[in-house]
């Protein structure tokens, strides 16, 4: 069983740059599809961006697509978040999340999550 751990958040102004890792342990991450979701107060959990096992093809949302950049070191047994370009509506708790079977854009679809980390984007 997989843990995952979030780190980076923080706090930057409006057109900054952050980069979120999630580092895995108690499981190889190159068996899993990797996914990351931030919730923001009030609102449902959503996918921002993911990576898959096989090739490392992406996915983004719309939101994200463009400033975001999804990227893993399976030797390291980590996955990194690239934000740039942030907006005040990016703030958010964001999650790392994983899965064996395949990459999915429903939170309800994964079993391993991390504890989340905060980024908040001051206007």
């Known amino acids: 069983q997989v843990q995952l751990v979030e780190s980076g958040g923080g706090l930057v102004q409006t057109g900054g740059s952050l980069r979120l890792s999630c580092a895995a342990s108690?499981?190889?991450?190159?068996?899993?599809?990797m996914g990351w979701f931030r919730q923001a107060p009030g609102k449902e959990r959503e996918f921002i961006a993911g990576?898959?096992?096989?090739?490392?093809?992406?996915s983004y949302a719309d939101s994200v697509k463009g400033r975001f950049t999804v990227s893993r070191d399976n030797a390291k047994n980590a996955v990194y978040l690239q934000m740039n370009s942030l907006k005040p509506e990016d703030t958010a708790v964001y999650y790392c999340?994983?899965?064996?079977?395949?990459?999915?854009?429903?939170?309800?679809?994964?079993?391993?999550w991390g504890q989340g980390t905060q980024v908040t984007v001051s206007s």
């Open positions: 999340t994983a899965d064996e079977a395949w990459l999915s854009r429903s939170p309800g679809h994964y079993d391993y």
């Open positions: 108690g499981g190889t991450l190159s068996r899993y599809n």
């Open positions: 990576i898959s096992k096989a090739y490392g093809t992406t």
